[in-house]
């Protein structure tokens, strides 16, 4: 038979960092790449969870996890095969073609800084994201590609030194406020309007991403994730209760700030330290955060203790 | 042909009716394909009709000499040249592939002193042909390069300082080795023809006062599209010297001092009443977006496409916009901008949605089938959309183009490959089999997501007008290639990648082949023999198989098959087989 993809096609692995604590990020091994193994994984799933159906890294999981949602009743993850698919006729083709696409894709990246082209970034970006090898997919133009890193990725604390925030008269900020930020010294490419960090809640899979740039406090903050959250599990409506509320207001207490949900809201500071949301002034964790974690309060021993407030409530003001 | 139409031919080429006469009608005629049928009706013809044509344009550099075609055409001002194949945007098609400009320059220099146009795109152009061109041709008016490689801003510099009768300059997409921005100021201090100046996608600074000059001088400035060094607090500057502007693209829309500048942006804006063409806005927030607001009223196409912007400032921006037939957005503005779209652009032809993330597989971002459902609802008139997603369903698909049949364009890509739909977890079949039943003017279709060879089985029967058709990650044997080939009758392009279709599938279009303009399968399961046995067959198609290194002999990773009257190529780099 022709094409025959042999035991060594080029790995390819899962998809980004699994989002949940300590769960195991799932790799296509050499060996066999249609099978994984999950067997760590089942042990953090909750009961009342989504399936954690981890398919092809090459995104078929994502169908396969979706449709076993309608599974429910204490059923953990399975190891998806082949047999899933039987269409997938194909999947084997594709491991050869990332291998040698993944070889030529080698040659012209390191052909690519000789000629200080800017085609082949398309490519080592992806490999950056650590995300699949495949050569040219999506199809994405380099150029675009290359407005999109400049836009999208860089941290937040290289952007802001001193923060001073604005507003036009004229055009009140309504609800959620935006941020116009001033920097002293202008330096290009660097000037953001949009700080995307990313979110991640415990016991959902899939996170989600949030544009700092808009909040100017904690508390938009947390109930924009709040909202966030509640479209997506039944963990957030026991959060909110009986109130099934999605209109909220500006003034109420965030129950994610106060502890009362029995998550906190965590984040990732440029030490890589884990540290309590709210702590500090607006404007330093700005400048300081590069992700979000709405932890589980019994998970949150370790951190830095925040010092005592009698309302128990966020004690920083909007700037 | 009819009999009564058949004797008025005949009668008209029986009198004396003057060729002078004949061409002097035929100039009239600028489209290409009437131009061709025109020259197929008797001798004459052909002869009037190429001694009148002043354009040609050249889908594939390689299906066609110079030579021949300075023979045919003597009278010719204006060239547009297509060269690799499509794929080589994606990084698919190695550097040094070919498609050099060089060989064509020499040829116009000799033959076509008077050239004003020169259009390229997928081209190899180094800077010695741009400085060749700029000496070459005293008339020269206008020079367009996208999505070309192989110069530098050098050669943008020999361009500026020699074409004393620009007229346009259009630099887009291309992978150009960026050295520095002092191109622009190589324009001299009297020149003043300028039209159209496209620099968005360069990214050095430019000097801003000898832009400044030069937007001054060009009276006749009608597109501008600056790259984004050029600062919001810029812009109004340019504008106010530009009052004729039809094509703004701006640089950065970022508002880094106090309000007291908004107010020249606001006074600059309010001056563009002629604008239906809008661009750039990278960086763009919420407090900017406003100043525009003037200027959007007569917008007929708006590119968003670098610009990150959220549902609700989409939302209010769509509501001063209610001419709007062509949009460009990034996929921030989700579900929910999409939905403001259907509100407020009842007159939309064009969409095309972008991934900001598409590599991050594990963040929910972006659009999914309920955004393009909502704009379907809304925009009855699209026809042409491109659309990046995650998720898809072949019921979302079915209502989609049950409320917009006129679907000429229809490219959607579920990023994920082999995605099923993620309701039922069938392959996406049904999805494509509504589009081809729906849209039966549809010309151009790219399908993803999992799909049996039942989609090709449906296109083949139902796509009587497509023409271009680019697959990837589909289909589960020969067969679907097959369908393909025997049907669709117009087929012209076809692409493929990473599919399993062999070489029983390729050869299957052994008649299809010449009456299309390409073909391309890399990483199928064509081997080596398959196109020896093509070449073979077929002696007017030119097989090219490219071979990646570290791969089997046997195997075919790359054909690129396409009709040409040059004959093979004789300038093909040695991964390039010709066989």
Known sequence: MQGVVGGGAGAVSGGGGSSTSGASISTVSNEDNLV??????????????????????????????????????????????????????????????????????SSSLS???????????????????????????????????????????LPATEVFNSLIVKSRKSNPAVGKGTSNACVNAKEKGQLRSSLFVKVNMDGIPIGRKVDLSSHRCYETLAQKLEDMFATS?????????????????????????????????????????????????????INSVRRLRIMRASEANGLAPRSEESNGGQRMKPI | ???????????????????????????????????????????????????????????????????????????????????????????????????????????????????????????????????????????????????????????????????????????????????????????????????VLNFANLSNDVNFEALERLVSRCKSLKVLKVNRNITLEQLPRLLIRAPLLTELGTGSFLQEHPACQYSELENAFNKCMNLNTLSGLSEVTALSLPALYPACANLTFMNLSCAALQSGELAKLLVHCPCLRRLWVLDTVEDKGLEAVGSNCPLLEELRVFPTDPFDEDTFHGVTESGFIAVSYGCRRLSYVLYFCRQMTNAAVATIVQN??????????????????????EPMDEAFCA??????????????????????????????????????????SDWGMQCVLGGCPKLRKLEIRDCPFGNAALLSGLDKYESMRSLWMSDCKVTMNGCRVLAKEMPRLNVEVIKVDGSNESQADKVYVYRSVAGPRTDAPPFVLTL
């Not at chain 2, 009198?15 to 131009?35: A, C, G, I, M």
């Not at chain 2, 300075?70 to 190695?94: A, H």
Request: aromatic share 10%; hydrophobic share 35%; net charge negative.
């Open chain 2, 404 to 425: 917009c049949p006129d679907f000429t364009h229809f490219r959607l890509c579920i990023m994920n490959p082999w995605q099923p739909d993620y309701q039922t977890n």
């Open chain 2, 1 to 195: 042909m009819d009999p009564e139409r058949k004797k008025v031919v005949e009668h008209v080429a029986v009198s004396t009716f003057p060729d002078e006469v004949l061409e002097r009608v035929l100039v009239q005629l600028k489209s290409h394909k009437d131009r061709s049928s025109v020259s197929l009706v008797c001798h004459s013809w052909y002869d009037a009709e190429r001694f009148s044509r002043t354009h040609v344009f050249i889908a594939n550099c390689y299906s066609v000499t110079p030579e021949i075609v300075s023979r045919r055409f003597p009278n010719i001002r204006s060239v547009s040249l297509k060269g690799k194949p499509r794929f080589s945007d994606f990084n698919l098609v190695p550097p040094n592939w070919g498609a050099n400009i060089r060989s064509w320059l020499v040829m116009f220099a000799a033959k076509y002193p008077f050239l004003e146009e020169l259009r390229l795109k997928r081209m190899t152009v180094t800077d010695e042909s741009l400085e060749f061109l700029a000496l070459s041709f005293p008339n020269f008016k206008a020079l367009s390069l996208l999505s070309c490689d192989g110069f530098s801003t050098d050669g943008l510099a020999a361009i500026a300082t020699h074409c004393k009768n620009l007229a346009e300059l259009d630099i887009q997409e291309n992978d150009l080795n960026d050295k520095s921005g002092s191109w622009l100021s190589c324009f001299p201090e009297n020149f003043s023809s300028l039209e």
């Open chain 1, 111 to 153: 052909r690519a800084n000789v000629t200080a082209g800017t085609k082949r970034s398309a490519d080592s970006a992806a490999a950056a994201n650590g995300a699949s090898q495949v050569v040219g997919w999506p199809p994405i133009r380099a150029y675009r590609m290359n407005s999109l890193v400049n836009q999208a990725k």
């Open chain 1, 233 to 285: 599990s039944t963990i957030m409506n026991s959060i909110r209760g009986e109130e099934h509320d999605m209109m909220v207001e500006a003034t109420r207490p965030s129950k994610l700030l106060d502890g009362s949900s029995g998550f906190v809201l965590t984040y990732e500071d440029k030490e890589g330290d884990w540290m309590l949301v709210g702590d500090v002034p607006w404007g330093m964790f």
């Open chain 1, 36 to 105: 994984l193994s999950s067997e760590d994984s089942s042990s953090c799933l909750d009961e009342s969870e989504l399936e954690l159906g981890l398919g092809l890294s090459l995104g078929v999981g994502m169908g396969a996890c979706k449709a076993q949602q309608g599974l429910r009743g204490g059923q953990y993850a399975r190891i998806l095969t082949a047999k899933d698919f039987p269409y997938v006729g194909s999947s084997a083709s594709v491991s050869s073609s990332s291998s040698s696409s993944s070889s030529s894709s």
């Open chain 2, 435 to 476: 589009v081809v039943k729906s849209c039966t003017k549809l010309q151009r279709l790219a399908v993803s997501g999992l799909l049996t060879d039942l989609t090709f089985e449906y296109i083949g029967k139902y796509a009587k007008n497509l023409e271009t058709l680019s697959v990837a990650f589909a289909g589960s």
